[in-house]
T-cell receptor, first 115, second 114 residues
């Protein structure tokens, strides 16, 4: 069974440019998460989806970050415009909604560098 | 608020050495506790978990016991291997605003030398 797929794995952009990250969760997983992981830190939740509905986006900086999960499968996280402080790893995870957040399966992440 | 504090790394050990990575938590109520591992170039994987006091989680030779009296969940392994080299994250599950989520520690990097 394929795991959580993320692309690109690495992205380098200049500040003020837009950037987008894509995530394909494990087949059948209704819940999808986006996390931010700064260097030397643990992941921090940005947004959680149940199917196509964003049920927890309280930590998403909505002035520059946006996310969507059309059709309740793949998801895209966008930053526009990017700032230097956005340099980090962006992780996507998925889980079966009935099992709870402890059985989240993580993708390898997208490492963003903003110059 | 709810938080996790884990031992700062990096930790460097020789193969077959004993491993302890300390983790303490602050939480209201009785959270579930987890250890995740991140191997180089890969995503986080659940290593073990415990859902109530005195529970012991175990997997791949690793163990951790949920100690309510000391609010701790220390990770141990009796004999580490080179393949255990990774970053280890302690985490707890909290309910905030009707929504459940994981709160992670900062991670501890382990390097095991042959």
């Amino acid at each position: 069974e394929a795991g959580v797929v993320q692309s690109p794995r690495y992205k380098i952009i200049e500040k003020k440019q837009p950037v987008a990250f894509w995530c394909n969760p494990i087949s059948g997983h209704n819940t999808l998460y986006w996390y931010l992981q700064n260097l030397g830190q643990g992941p921090e939740l940005l947004i959680r989806y149940e199917n196509e509905e964003a049920v927890d986006d309280s930590q998403l900086p909505k002035d520059r970050f946006s996310a969507e999960r059309l059709k309740g499968v793949d998801s895209t996280l966008k930053i526009q415009p990017a700032e230097l402080g956005d340099s980090a790893v962006y992780l996507c995870a998925s889980s079966l909604v009935s099992v709870g957040p402890d059985t989240q399966y993580f993708g390898p992440g997208t490492r963003l560098t903003v110059l | 608020g709810d938080s996790v504090t884990q031992m700062e790394g990096p930790v460097t050990l020789s193969e077959e050495a004993f491993l302890t990575i300390n983790c303490t938590y602050t939480a209201t109520g009785y959270p579930s506790l987890f250890w995740y591992v991140q191997y180089p170039g890969e995503g986080l994987q659940l290593l073990l978990k415990a859902t109530k006091a005195d529970d012991k989680g175990s997997n791949k030779g690793f163990e951790a016991t949920y100690r309510k009296e000391t609010t701790s969940f220390h990770l141990e392994k009796g004999s580490v291997q080179v393949s255990d080299s990774a970053v280890y994250f302690c985490a707890l599950r909290v309910t905030q605003g009707g929504s459940e989520k994981l709160v992670f520690g900062k991670g501890t990097k382990l390097t095991v030398n042959p």
